[in-house]
């Protein structure tokens, strides 16, 4: 029975069954993206490589409401959010279509006994494999995809179960652009089959959004075939606020912080450290704002919060919440629980000897920590497994910046969330995964750096 099907999370409605590939499908399609990268992506320019990623950034907004709705039934986000990510996508691919010249010119060393010259010249390697998750359908595939079709390498891409419908979308973009058979290939693959392709010497990496689990799993396999893996993994991302002049504004942040995307973000504001003057007001607004939104229908006008991705997840929410709870912490506030509408819940009370403080919560829950002071507060961010993101609010300059030198995250947002741009770099340290996407790095992890040197 194949893994690719809609359920659509607010009706529990199945759409149609995607059937997997068989083995000699994946084959085929493997060898199609080799093929394209030893014709088309050693023949065509750059200019022409940046128009057809311009051209796929246009028709993600010329088909923005059409590709919306597809992921606002795999798996819940509400509309305008599905909108915004929609356009997201197609600024990503205008970003490096519009810089593709410029990150890929030929780099100039100074060399040291002055004879001769030395350049480094960036191409691509040859075909990937693109491992996506269902929380960002488009957004995730885009900053794979852009930026290494634009380098010239080609793309098999594999997503998640549920996105059967958003992943034939996206492959539809590409050949209406004019990309070339075998330059961006969506396959319906198991787990099993994944393991066979990166151990193919045809494919030369790999790039996985996804689970710890998931991303150990791909890292395994592609180490003993000696194959570039970049991982991004899991995050419990702190929300550190040390001072602040707008505490409204303030607790508005943090909540569209936990709750965007129905909670379900990697880099979401998952642990409110709060300094000890400031955390009974925090505490109170934060939670007031937090679960005033009720779960909704996610096609339904103004819906802030829409259920999770599936029965299944809402089931391991409600378990780490319930085990958090039995381990001692305090609950402040959790409305009911319908389905897979899963109402804000904020806990305080959480210590470094219950789960709840190493874990990623995966949907609207919230944990507030009160610190005493500034370095706590660093302590206490420190303080998980993951290094994904981190938020700092402060109006004190200086703070700012000694605080961020100490967090350990991939990024640090100051005074704001929802920051997030194409042209800054994405990705984490620790168990949250290594290697940057978006930026100038995002077209940097893929590449062949050639250092050619001219004696005369």
């Not at 319930?322 to 409305?335: E, F, L, M, Y």
Request: glycine fraction near 10%; charge should be negative; include cysteine.
């Amino acid at each position: 029975m194949s893994e690719y099907v809609v359920t659509n999370p607010a009706t529990g409605a199945q759409g149609a069954v995607f059937p997997t590939a068989t083995d000699a499908e994946l084959d085929a399609a493997l060898g199609s993206a080799d093929n394209a990268h030893r014709t088309w992506s050693r023949t065509s320019t750059l200019a022409e490589r940046t128009a057809l990623v311009q051209r796929v950034a246009e028709l993600h907004v010329e088909r923005r409401e059409a590709l919306a709705e597809i992921i606002v039934r795999e798996m819940g986000k509400p509309l305008d959010q599905a909108l915004g990510e929609v356009d997201f996508s197609g600024a990503i691919y205008s970003y490096y279509a519009e810089n593709g010249e410029k990150f890929l010119a030929d780099e100039q060393i100074d060399l040291l006994d002055g004879e001769g010259s030395a350049f480094v010249r960036r191409s691509s390697l040859g075909a990937l494999l693109g491992i996506m998750p269902w929380n960002f359908p488009y957004y995730q595939v885009a900053r794979f995809a852009g930026p290494n079709l634009v380098l010239g390498n080609t793309i098999l891409l594999k997503h998640a179960g549920q996105c059967p419908e958003s992943a034939a979308a996206i492959e539809q973009i590409f050949h209406d652009a004019g990309f070339p058979e075998g330059a961006y290939v969506n396959i319906y693959a198991s787990n099993e089959q994944v393991a066979g392709l990166i151990a193919d010497p045809r494919l030369v990496g790999v790039s996985l959004t996804g689970s710890e689990r998931a991303g150990a799993a791909v890292a395994e396999v592609a180490g003993r075939n000696l194959k570039k893996v970049v991982l991004e993994l899991g995050g419990s991302d702190p929300f550190i606020l040390l001072s602040t002049d707008d505490m409204d504004a303030t607790v508005d942040a943090a909540v569209s912080g936990r709750i965007d995307n129905n909670g379900q973000a990697c880099n979401a504001a998952k642990r409110f450290v709060v300094l000890g003057d400031l955390y009974e007001d925090f505490l109170a607004r934060f939670t007031a704002k937090l679960t005033q939104p009720t779960p909704s229908d996610p096609m339904a006008d103004g819906t802030v919060l829409g259920p999770l991705s599936s029965a299944l997840a809402a089931d391991r929410l409600d378990e780490q919440v319930d085990r958090a709870i039995a381990q001692g912490a305090t609950v402040v506030a959790r409305g009911d629980r319908s389905g897979t509408y899963f109402s804000s819940v904020v806990l305080t009370g959480v210590t470094a000897q219950m789960d709840a403080h190493h874990e990623e919560f995966f949907g609207p829950v919230a944990i507030v920590y009160s610190v005493p002071d500034e370095a706590a507060a660093v302590t206490l961010a420190n303080d998980t497994p993951f290094g994904l993101g981190s938020y700092l609010f402060s109006t004190d300059s200086e703070q700012v910046l000694r605080v961020a030198d100490q967090i350990e995250a991939g990024m640090v947002f100051v005074n704001g969330v929802g920051l997030d741009s194409p042209e800054l770099p994405f990705g984490g340290i620790k168990r949250s995964g290594f290697g940057r996407e978006l930026g100038r790095f995002g077209i940097e992890e893929f590449v062949n750096r050639k250092m050619i040197r001219i004696l005369k």
